[in-house]
């Protein structure tokens, strides 16, 4: 039972470069959401998906882009990375329970920009 | 601005004694809480919900929400070293779309 699947576990690219963070998740969630997280600043939501073809920004979308390419999966895109753009980043899908969304984290990606 | 607040830390604690951990947050029309757990160098995972005022108990962990106050807390009795961890306090947003806020986290620490 796989649950939320990231890839690239680990990446580090140069100021100015693309890359696409997969994440697929086997739990039949309608939503699934792209955090970053940075010592001292918490969990943050770059975007979201509330169900398949729907996506929203969240708190910090700038510099990113994001991909519902079908119900399992939601990619998540640099397309000219930063260094302000080093983090790890959590992709995590939910389930609604007493209208709240209950998440389910992957393992994380960690991203250095140089 | 909505805001979810917790000390960093980090909490330490002797083996065996009671953890306690504390959240505020700042948005009166939240209606769900979440407490995650999360090892050093894992993603969160889920321990603790909790929606209605007063306490909820699971094995060693408790939660207790109190909306008046804004406040929602976390105990763990009986700590063990594999307790340590940091601790985030999830608040659901007011309104339809439900995303969560988290906290920055609390730092524990079980010495045997």
Known sequence: NAGVTQTPKFQVLKTGQSMTLQCAQDMNHNSMYWYRQDPGMGLRLIYYSASEGTTDKGEVPNGYNVSRLNKREFSLRLESAAPSQTSVYFCASSVTEAGANVLTFGAGSRLTVL | ?112
């Open chain 2, 1 to 112: 601005q909505k805001e979810v607040e917790q000390n960093s830390g980090p909490l330490s604690v002797p083996e065996g004694a009671i953890a306690s951990l504390n959240c505020t947050y700042s948005d009166r029309g939240s209606q769900s809480f979440f407490w995650y757990r999360q090892y050093s160098g894992k993603s969160p995972e889920l321990i603790m919900s909790i929606y209605s005022n007063g306490d909820k108990e699971d094995g060693r962990f408790t939660a207790q929400l109190n909306k008046a106050s804004q406040y929602v807390s976390l105990l763990i009795r009986d700590s063990q070293p594999s307790d340590s961890a940091t601790y985030l306090c999830a608040v659901k947003e007011g309104g339809s779309q439900g995303n969560l806020i988290f906290g920055k986290g609390t730092k524990l620490s079980v010495k045997p």
